[in-house]
């Protein structure tokens, strides 16, 4: 390791730390001295870099390693694992990808990989392993994202792209000063906002509430549970059943239609379609007017809150906000559909502090300040497999190959998928009903996973290759996302035999003879060089000079300068919607669109609608409640679950479940209990915590728990056993987590 003249850094996902280090282990890590709010996530590392978790060596599972590929696939999750040298890893992983080529084509080698392993620009699992891959042949990919597939589709529809305005969501230094109502569907959850992908400099979202509050900005929080906005912002809390967002929106609308309280200017000059859908919310086109008086038997709303509510909007400076979660939802299409049309309704998209907002708090880098960056990424390469699945449909594909699905207007066959690989991602956490996706899980015939932990995946993996955490490689935490560039030091050597993923791959690469065509003869040393050389050149383009690559290691971080006023999403198309005109067949807001009504989706039609979800409150049995499976507070997903930080909120080593009293009384049930939640899906173990900031008639319970099946139950309370996996519709076939029915019972001892 380098001597370096300062303090050692290193940042993630949740934020930038000095790392303390003695006799070659890592004591301690200090919050970041410029984060005002830092989180308390990364602290949670220390205690588990060694230890009985962490994986020191290759292993190869007992079955797969005497029987050959597609040995005993049940058995993944019970079997023993043998440790084998890297020489014998490499042997066996290189003869595996070359049966499977050989034999089925490189579309039967699926590389999802989805996830959130490191925030360094060159140690970015995801980008080794698809560069390799690409080395080969090509692989089998996956589009979208867990946390909002259905607007990933949906909203370039509708106003051009999705991400594109995402990355410019209006500052919240414009929202304290010009905004008057800020209206949060889904709130505004703090704990989201610990993280963004790439790396954390300062954490700003609490700053960012407060502020504008204490500058009179009003809020209301529409969600089930009140937390979801900070007590301190004093909202107005409208706690609707879940998954009824989209009715209390459409009632807002008709009262701005039935009042003639819509911005009709604005409509007529930047959208198209609204005609189609004031018809539909009056009900001329399916008898069913979208009144305030219609949405409150839907969404337990008093009807005289929704139309005081409506009114307010429309004579206030109003912002917007759809959390993420509500596309994690049956239809889940719709709420950012129908959220960009009330915006529009009301006028004020494209102005200060007002009109939409894609999820305030949902990553740290929403509302942030930052200027506009593009830095270099260490390069995939090109990918001639042309096959692929939406990323929240593993289990169908591994059931059924050859079965054909429908996604954003066209028909695909799900490939025949004999090998998985996955670097930098926990499926077990991310994916829906895991009991059925580990049935699924044992078909191909091989499974070969890179991971530092005996979580969940490595548990259910044939091949296992052990890497290095961030705190045991270099690398520049470099994100567009955030202001901050960190030096990521190199604290300690790899404990036992792990590798970083460069090595892993150029290691595999160099037994199949590529491992020229993957390193492109450079070091990973040279690599991360480039990869600064070349991002401080499109900063000099853009106006930013970035420092040199010594005086960068000699002062291990950078900032770059803010920009010099603050950001409102789509001003420039509001100032001139012909000289910008948004990626839409019509250059304008699509609030009906004729592409999606022209794909015959009988379950996403052309304009903004409300379906019923397939689970709801509206059609529970008596004894049902609502489960929302939330992000926790105390991980990033199921990162660092077997952490301090993460343990220390499960003393009885269950995750806790919250329930309103009421729920529990009826049930006989008490805090701190030990409680059952099931289904006909499965079945999760969890400790009751009461509260009355949580609506009647739903509990919520974090995700991120590892998976700990017995038989269909999961013992340390991974919700993910509940949940239902089902696509949101034929246009995004997105996840729909938060459609969940359960009952709840108090738990046998043992």
């Known amino acids: 390791m380098t001597e370096l003249d300062r303090d050692l850094l290193t940042a993630n996902h949740w934020g930038t730390y000095r790392v303390d280090v003695d006799d070659g282990r890592v004591t301690g890590l200090r919050d970041f001295e410029q984060d005002g709010d830092p989180s308390p996530i990364g602290h949670g590392i220390i205690d588990v870099l060694e230890g009985p978790t962490r994986i020191t060596a290759p292993m190869v599972r007992k079955s797969w390693l005497e029987g050959g590929p597609g040995t005993a696939g049940e058995k993944r999750g019970e079997d023993d694992f043998v440790a084998v040298s890297w020489e014998e890893a490499n042997r066996l992983v290189a003869g595996e990808l070359d049966r499977v080529r050989r034999e089925h084509g490189n579309e039967a080698i699926y590389a999802g990989s989805y996830g959130w392993a490191s925030a360094g620009r060159f140690h970015h699992a995801q980008s080794q392993l698809k560069r390799f891959l690409n080395c080969i042949g090509g692989y089998t990919d996956s589009k979208n994202t867990y946390s909002f597939a259905a607007a990933e589709v949906v909203v370039p529809r509708v106003l051009g792209t999705f991400r594109g305005h995402l990355d410019r969501s209006t500052s919240w230094e414009t929202i304290a000063t010009d905004c008057d109502l800020f209206v949060a569907f889904g709130g505004v959850p703090l704990k989201n906002g610990q993280i963004s992908p790439g790396g954390v400099g300062a954490h700003v979202q609490k700053a960012g509430l407060t502020t504008a509050r204490k500058a009179g900005v009003d809020f209301v929080n529409v969600s089930p549970i009140r937390s979801d906005l900070l ?12 998954g009824t967002d989209v009715a209390l929106m459409l009632a807002l609308a008709h009262v701005l239609v039935s009042e003639g309280l819509q911005d009709q200017a604005f409509l007529d000059r930047y959208t198209v379609g609204f005609d189609r859908f004031a018809a539909y919310v009056r009900g001329e086109t399916d008898g069913i007017a979208k009144t305030p ?15 005081d509510l409506a009114r307010r909007m429309a004579t206030s400076r109003t912002m917007i906000s759809v959390a993420w979660a509500l596309t994690r939802q049956d239809h ?60 929240a449909r593993v289990t169908e594909m591994l059931e059924s190959p050859g079965a054909p699905f429908d996604y954003d207007g066209e028909r695909h066959s799900y490939p025949d998928i004999r090998l998985v690989w996955w670097a930098g991602g926990n499926p077990f956490h991310h994916h829906q009903d895991l009991n059925r996706m580990r049935k699924a899980w044992a078909k191909p015939e091989t499974i070969i996973v890179n991971e530092w932990c005996w979580n969940a995946l490595a548990r259910h993996a044939d091949i296992v290759l052990p890497c290095t955490t961030a705190l045991e490689r270099a690398d520049i935490a470099m994100s567009p996302k955030d202001p901050f560039l960190v030096s990521m030091d190199k604290a300690i050597d790899p404990v036992g035999q792990a ?7 150029r290691g595999i690469a160099a037994q199949m003879g590529v491992e020229a065509a993957f390193t492109e003869g450079r070091s990973a040393e040279e690599w991360r060089r480039w990869l600064w050389d070349v991002s401080r050149q ?26 010099e006023a603050p950001t409102v999403m789509m001003d420039a198309f509001r100032a001139d919607p012909e000289a910008n005109p948004l990626a839409t067949p019509s250059g304008r807001i699509e609030i009906y669109s004729e592409t999606i009504a022209g794909f015959g989706y009988g379950d996403c039609p052309g304009h903004p609608a409300w379906m019923e979800p397939a689970e709801w409150l509206g059609k529970a049995e008596p004894d049902q409640l609502h489960m929302i499976s939330n992000q926790p507070h105390n991980k990033l997903h199921s990162q660092l679950d077997h952490g301090s930080v993460s343990q220390a909120h499960r003393p009885k080593g269950v995750e806790p479940v919250t329930m309103h009293p009421d729920d529990a009384a009826a049930r006989g049930l008490s805090e701190g209990q030990i409680v059952r939640i099931h289904n006909a899906r499965g079945a999760c173990r969890a400790e009751l915590r009461l509260s009355d900031t949580i609506r009647p008639g739903v509990i919520q319970i974090a995700t991120g728990t590892w998976y700990d099946p017995d038989g269909d139950t999961c013992l340390a309370g991974n919700p993910n056993t509940l ?22 019972e108090a738990a046998e001892a043992g």
């Open 723 to 744: 949940t239902l996996d089902k696509g949101t519709s034929s246009l995004a076939q997105g996840p729909i987590a938060h459609s969940c029915l359960v009952k709840v």
């Open 231 to 242: 007590d301190t912002v004093e909202a107005n809390w409208l706690a609707l059943r879940p």
């Open 332 to 391: 889940g299409e719709q709420p950012f559909w129908t959220a960009i049309t009330l915006a529009a309704m009301l006028g004020r998209i494209g102005l200060p502090g007002a009109g939409i907002g894609f999820g305030y708090s949902a990553m740290n880098n929403t509302g942030l300040a930052r200027r506009p960056m593009h830095y270099a990424s260490f390069p995939q390469g090109r990918n001639p497999v042309k096959s692929f699945i939406p990323v």
């Open 538 to 563: 499109q900063a000099a383009r853009e106006g930013v000079e970035l420092p040199d690559w010594q005086a960068f290691q000699r002062d291990g971080w950078f900032k770059v300068p803010a920009p």
């Open 293 to 307: 008086d219609w949405a409150a038997e839907i969404c337990e709303i008093p009807a005289e809150t929704l139309r």
């Open 499 to 505: 590798r970083d993923d460069h090595e892993i791959f």
